[in-house]
């Protein structure tokens, strides 16, 4: 079994290519927004990416983060990585 991680910089994504057993899988980060919660925030940058990314399989929430604006939450943001079949 081969398992390789190459880190690169794509179009403002961290972009990462996993290869297993003969299957490549392409991996980004990306961040979405919401004003209503984390969850939203989420949902917006899988379905965001969905629009020009094929296969899709899988999401990790991997860090969130927001900004308050006069003493209250203004903006959620959550930092998303998403894993795909890269086709050949």
Do not use: C, Y
Not at 40 to 69: D, L, P, S, Y
């Amino acid at each position: 079994m081969v398992h390789t991680q190459i880190p690169r910089l794509d179009d403002h994504a961290i972009v990462w290519f996993v290869e297993v057993i003969g299957l490549v899988w392409k991996i980004i980060d990306v961040v979405g927004e919401s004003n209503e919660s984390f969850a939203n925030a989420v949902r917006n940058a899988v379905e965001e990416a969905g629009k020009t990314v094929k296969q899709m399989q899988w999401f990790e929430a991997i860090q969130f983060r927001g900004t308050i604006k006069e003493g209250k939450v203004s903006q959620f943001q959550a930092l998303v990585r998403i894993g795909f079949k890269v086709e050949r």
